[in-house]
């Protein structure tokens, strides 16, 4: 347990270092050039890998970082698309960072162990997007009456039948595989290209007032 919150200290503290900042922002710079290439399914549904640079800020600077990273580029995202009629809700912004969490804590660690990596997508996908995701955009716009701690048995069949209908749960799921064939190829790499460039960067602490 000592360990496993020392990995958000020590997360939080890549923080004060300015090779940190860079590598995140050309990260999270990455990640939005990705989403530009984004497949629109329905306006709440794409397809899209911008997971795949925040899987590479998990892996180099944990859950902190990583958390902050993915509400960066949703807030990005949101400003991008222009979504003022619908508002931004902290509810999707909260799974978000979730998400972000849920990587740094799978694939923070020295060498890349790749049940770990397969895990962290596994969660995200099913907990984060199929359940979480689902539930607050069905609850927040699709049927406000709808909540998981008051719904009958018939409310539930028709929240299901759409999570069908949408291609929420059939695109994440038809996706998934190949989500993980992409990590499992491009975290190795990251991780070596990586190593070979921070030890040739200067190390530089940002300015604390």
């Known amino acids: 347990?000592?360990?496993?919150?020392?990995?958000?200290?020590?997360?939080?503290?890549?923080?004060?270092?300015?090779?940190?900042?860079?590598?995140?922002?050309?990260?999270?710079?990455?990640?939005?050039?990705?989403?530009?290439?984004?497949?629109?399914?329905?306006?709440?549904?794409?397809?899209?890998?911008?997971?795949?640079?925040?899987?590479?800020?998990?892996?180099?600077?944990?859950?902190?970082?990583?958390?902050?990273?993915?509400?960066?580029?949703?807030?990005?995202?949101?400003?991008?698309?222009?979504?003022?009629?619908?508002?931004?809700?902290?509810?999707?912004?909260?799974?978000?960072?979730?998400?972000?969490v849920i990587y740094g804590i799978f694939l923070y660690r020295e060498k890349i162990n790749m049940v770990f990596v397969v895990l962290s997508r596994t969660i995200v996908v099913l907990v984060c997007n199929i359940c979480l995701n689902s539930y607050f955009l069905y609850s927040l716009y699709i049927n406000k009456d709808f909540s998981v701690f008051t719904a009958d048995k018939d409310a539930w069949d028709v929240f299901i039948t759409w999570l069908w209908t949408s291609f929420r749960l059939p695109k994440n799921l038809a996706e998934l595989p190949l989500d993980l064939i992409l990590l499992v190829i491009v975290l190795p790499a990251a991780m070596t290209a990586y190593k070979r460039v921070y030890h040739k960067m200067p190390v530089v602490k940002a300015v604390q007032k």
Do not use: H, W
């Not at 900042?21 to 306006?43: D, E, F, K, N, Y």
């Not at 794409?46 to 859950?63: D, N």
């Open 1 to 100: 347990m000592k360990g496993f919150f020392s990995m958000f200290r020590r997360s939080a503290e890549s923080l004060k270092d300015l090779r940190t900042l860079t590598t995140v922002g050309m990260l999270i710079a990455m990640a939005v050039a990705i989403r530009s290439l984004a497949i629109q399914i329905t306006p709440d549904l794409r397809i899209v890998f911008t997971f795949i640079p925040l899987c590479v800020i998990g892996m180099l600077y944990g859950p902190v970082v990583c958390g902050m990273s993915t509400l960066a580029l949703d807030i990005i995202g949101f400003i991008i698309d222009n979504k003022a009629a619908r508002g931004y809700s902290p509810q999707l912004g909260l799974v978000v960072v979730l998400t972000g």
